[in-house]
C-alpha cells in the first residue's frame, strides 16, 4: 500500500511517500481502507519531534481518519467488509479503572492516533473494532474525517468540565481553527453567548456567520477594553496567551485550557486565582463515551465539521506547509481515495 512516512524528526522533507507492507489484521481488529484524513496541529508537532513522547521511525501520522471496512478479524462483531465508517482516536487499554470508569483519555497506556501508534497518512489502516463508528449518512467522507479530534476535545471543553450553561459568556483564540470553529458550534449549541479572535477580517466574518456574537483581530486589540469580561475562557494557544486569558474571566469563571501552540511555560499568581475564585480545568481529548453523543449531534445537522482545503495524499509536505501558514478556516484535508469524495 501507498503511505506517507515521518523518516526523520524536522521538517517537511522527513515526509516521503513510499511503498509498504499491508497491516495484518488480529482476532478484535478491522483494517479500514482509508478515504480521507484529517490533519491537526498534532502532526506538526510529532513531525517536528516537539513533543516528550515520539514515536518510533519511521511512522504514519494521521489521527482523524474515515474509510470504508475492508477486512475484519475472526472476533469481531458489529462491522463487516463495504461499511463506511469513522475512527475514533482515542487508544487505550480497555481495562484499567478510567477506562472502565468511562475516562479512557486518563489510561496510564493512552495514546492518539498518529501520536505513538501508526495513522491514517495510508492507504490502508488497522484499529480495534471498538474504535469504529458508523459514518454519519449526511456526510461525505472527506467531511466526515474531520471532526473526531477537534470534536472530542471542544465537548470535553465546554460540555464535561467548564459546564456551560445559557446566557454564559464564553471567549476563545482562534476562532478560525479547527477546534475553533467547533468550540463556536457547541458553545452556541448550549445556549452560550459566544465571543472570540481571528486573524483577519475575513476569518472574523466567517466567525460570525458560524455564530460568534462578537470576534475581533487579536493581532490588534485588546479584547477586554472591547467586551469586558467572561464566565468561561477557552486557551489552546498557551504561554502567549494565559495571562491574557486569566484577566479576561470575572470572579468565579473557569479558563479551559487544552494546547500549548506557543509554549507551556507560564507564570501564576495563585493569590489571584483564590481572591477570585478561578478554576482551572485542564483537557486531553475527550473520553471515548462522548463520541457516540458528538456523532449524534453531528448526524442530526446540530454541529458540522468545517473545511477548508483538500489536498491529495501525495501532497502531505504542501498540506503540513499550509496548515502552518494560518491561512486555513477550518480544517485541512488529504483524500486518499479521490473516487470516494
Same mark, same amino acid.
Given at each position: 500500500m501507498r503511505a506517507i512516512l515521518l523518516e526523520g524528526?524536522?521538517?517537511?522533507?522527513?515526509?516521503?511517500?513510499?511503498?509498504?507492507?499491508? %497491516?495484518?489484521?488480529?482476532?478484535?481488529?478491522?483494517?479500514?481502507?482509508?478515504?480521507?484524513?484529517?490533519?491537526?496541529? +498534532?502532526?506538526?508537532?510529532?513531525?517536528?519531534?516537539? =513533543?516528550?513522547?515520539? %514515536?518510533? /521511525?519511521?511512522? !504514519? /501520522?494521521?489521527?482523524?481518519?474515515s474509510g470504508v471496512v475492508e477486512e475484519v478479524g475472526s472476533c469481531v462483531k458489529n462491522f463487516k467488509r463495504g461499511d463506511e465508517v469513522v475512527i475514533n482516536p482515542n487508544i487505550s487499554c480497555g481495562f484499567c479503572k478510567f477506562c472502565l470508569e468511562g475516562r479512557d483519555n486518563l489510561c496510564k497506556g493512552y495514546d492518539i492516533l498518529g501520536l505513538r501508534t501508526k495513522g491514517g497518512y495510508a492507504e490502508l /489502516?488497522?484499529?480495534?473494532?471498538?474504535?469504529?463508528?458508523?459514518?454519519?449518512?449526511? =456526510?461525505? &467522507?472527506?467531511?466526515?474525517?474531520? $471532526?473526531? @479530534?477537534?470534536? @472530542?476535545?471542544?465537548?470535553?471543553? +465546554?460540555? +464535561?468540565?467548564?459546564k456551560v450553561r445559557p446566557n454564559e459568556r464564553v471567549f476563545f483564540w482562534g476562532g478560525s481553527s479547527g477546534v475553533g470553529t467547533a468550540l463556536i458550534q &457547541?458553545?452556541?449549541l448550549l445556549g452560550a453567548k459566544v465571543f472570540t479572535?481571528?486573524?483577519s477580517e475575513e476569518k472574523i466574518k466567517?466567525?460570525?456567520? @458560524?455564530?460568534?456574537?462578537?470576534?475581533?483581530?487579536?493581532?490588534? $486589540?485588546?479584547?477586554?477594553?472591547l467586551f469586558g469580561s467572561f464566565d468561561v475562557v477557552v486557551d489552546f494557544v498557551g504561554s502567549k496567551t494565559f495571562e491574557k486569558s486569566l484577566k479576561l474571566l470575572r470572579k468565579g469563571g473557569r479558563l479551559v485550557f487544552l494546547g500549548t501552540t506557543t509554549g507551556g511555560e507560564v507564570s501564576l499568581n495563585l493569590r489571584e486565582l483564590f481572591?477570585?475564585? !478561578?478554576?482551572? /480545568?485542564?483537557? $486531553?481529548?475527550? %473520553?471515548?463515551?462522548? &463520541?457516540?453523543?458528538?456523532?449524534? =449531534?453531528?448526524?442530526?445537522?446540530?454541529?458540522?465539521? !468545517?473545511i477548508d482545503r483538500v489536498f491529495d495524499l501525495e501532497e502531505a509536505r504542501e498540506a503540513h506547509l499550509y496548515l502552518e501558514s494560518s491561512k486555513h478556516f477550518g480544517k485541512v484535508v488529504l483524500s486518499v481515495d479521490s473516487s470516494h469524495p
Amino acid at each position: 500500500m501507498r503511505a506517507i512516512l515521518l523518516e526523520g524528526f524536522g521538517g517537511v522533507e522527513n515526509l516521503n511517500l513510499r511503498e509498504v507492507e499491508e %497491516p495484518k489484521v488480529g482476532c478484535d481488529e478491522v483494517l479500514v481502507r482509508v478515504k480521507a484524513v484529517a490533519l491537526n496541529h +498534532l502532526d506538526l508537532w510529532v513531525r517536528k519531534g516537539a =513533543l516528550k513522547v515520539k %514515536p518510533k /521511525l519511521p511512522h !504514519i /501520522l494521521g489521527s482523524d481518519v474515515s474509510g470504508v471496512v475492508e477486512e475484519v478479524g475472526s472476533c469481531v462483531k458489529n462491522f463487516k467488509r463495504g461499511d463506511e465508517v469513522v475512527i475514533n482516536p482515542n487508544i487505550s487499554c480497555g481495562f484499567c479503572k478510567f477506562c472502565l470508569e468511562g475516562r479512557d483519555n486518563l489510561c496510564k497506556g493512552y495514546d492518539i492516533l498518529g501520536l505513538r501508534t501508526k495513522g491514517g497518512y495510508a492507504e490502508l /489502516l488497522k484499529v480495534k473494532e471498538k474504535n469504529l463508528m458508523p459514518k454519519p449518512k449526511n =456526510l461525505n &467522507f472527506i467531511e466526515a474525517c474531520a $471532526y473526531p @479530534l477537534t470534536f @472530542l476535545t471542544a465537548y470535553n471543553a +465546554l460540555v +464535561l468540565k467548564a459546564k456551560v450553561r445559557p446566557n454564559e459568556r464564553v471567549f476563545f483564540w482562534g476562532g478560525s481553527s479547527g477546534v475553533g470553529t467547533a468550540l463556536i458550534q &457547541f458553545a452556541k449549541l448550549l445556549g452560550a453567548k459566544v465571543f472570540t479572535s481571528a486573524g483577519s477580517e475575513e476569518k472574523i466574518k466567517r466567525c460570525k456567520e @458560524l455564530g460568534a456574537e462578537e470576534a475581533f483581530n487579536h493581532y490588534e $486589540y485588546d479584547f477586554k477594553e472591547l467586551f469586558g469580561s467572561f464566565d468561561v475562557v477557552v486557551d489552546f494557544v498557551g504561554s502567549k496567551t494565559f495571562e491574557k486569558s486569566l484577566k479576561l474571566l470575572r470572579k468565579g469563571g473557569r479558563l479551559v485550557f487544552l494546547g500549548t501552540t506557543t509554549g507551556g511555560e507560564v507564570s501564576l499568581n495563585l493569590r489571584e486565582l483564590f481572591t477570585r475564585e !478561578i478554576s482551572l /480545568l485542564g483537557v $486531553y481529548m475527550g %473520553p471515548s463515551s462522548s &463520541f457516540v453523543k458528538i456523532n449524534e =449531534l453531528v448526524e442530526e445537522g446540530k454541529v458540522k465539521p !468545517i473545511i477548508d482545503r483538500v489536498f491529495d495524499l501525495e501532497e502531505a509536505r504542501e498540506a503540513h506547509l499550509y496548515l502552518e501558514s494560518s491561512k486555513h478556516f477550518g480544517k485541512v484535508v488529504l483524500s486518499v481515495d479521490s473516487s470516494h469524495p
